[in-house]
């Protein structure tokens, strides 16, 4: 599904990925840990078409980023799925519309989308808040409408940038619930994360730790001190 050799990114003099190879199978679980700065963002980024690939191959979803062309980064992403840390849901539409959107922008008609809208909404406890204007939803519910957005077009990849940020102990669990039923049923999903709960919601997952844009030793699990340190 990702395939990742001697990859190194930079923004100006400074590297924000050195030399990353990884490989990850279709239908596994990847966590990206480190540090705030340590290049997990970037990574994602990269993942899903948003940066051009500076240096090293890597294939995604079977596109190689080496070559991809802009034409080719909606069919990316119709396969990539992406859940940013600052969820970009429209304000003055509905948390109902705004996911539906998804999957109108992919061409389905309403009358195909409406069961699985309403089935999704209904699996982020969103059902009741589903025709109220996205603006006039807690940051945690309109977290939760950016994640069903994401999750409702069946992505074969889903990239989550920190997607428990806002949301209390509750609703972290129930998420990562929703995360391992998309994982469970075959969706390949990556992680940034520097939660040691979510971490531990996903025993099987592997680690990626970076430090510094590198990839650190991942046999072990990060140290409290590795997740934590640095950060205020
Ligand atoms: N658009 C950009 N322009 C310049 N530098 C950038 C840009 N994006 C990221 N960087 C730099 O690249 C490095 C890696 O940033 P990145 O956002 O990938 O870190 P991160 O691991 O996601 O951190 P956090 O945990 O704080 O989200 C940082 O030093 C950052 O300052
Ligand atoms: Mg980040």
Known sequence: MVEFKGVSQRFGQQWALHDVSFALNKGEFLFLTGHS??????????????????????????????????????????RVSVVFQDFKILPNLTAYDNVALALKVRGLPRSQSDRRVRGILRAMGLEDRAYIKSERLSGGEQQR????????????????????????????????????????YGTTVIMATHSREVLERVPEARILHLEQGRIVDTASPPTEIELYGGLP
């Not at 069946?154 to 428990?164: G, M, Q, R, S, V």
């Not at 509750?170 to 998420?175: F, I, N, R, V």
């Open 37 to 78: 700065g340590a290049g997990k963002t970037t990574l994602l980024r990269l993942l899903y078409g948003a940066l051009r690939l500076d240096l090293g191959r890597a294939t995604v979803a079977g596109f190689d980023l080496t070559k991809l062309k802009r034409s080719q980064i909606p069919e990316l992403r119709r």
């Open 145 to 184: 409408v950016a994640i069903a957005r994401s999750m409702v077009v069946n992505p074969k990849l889903i990239l989550a940038d920190e997607p428990t940020g806002n949301l209390d102990a509750d609703l972290t669990d129930h998420l990562m619930d929703i995360f391992r039923q998309f994982y469970t």
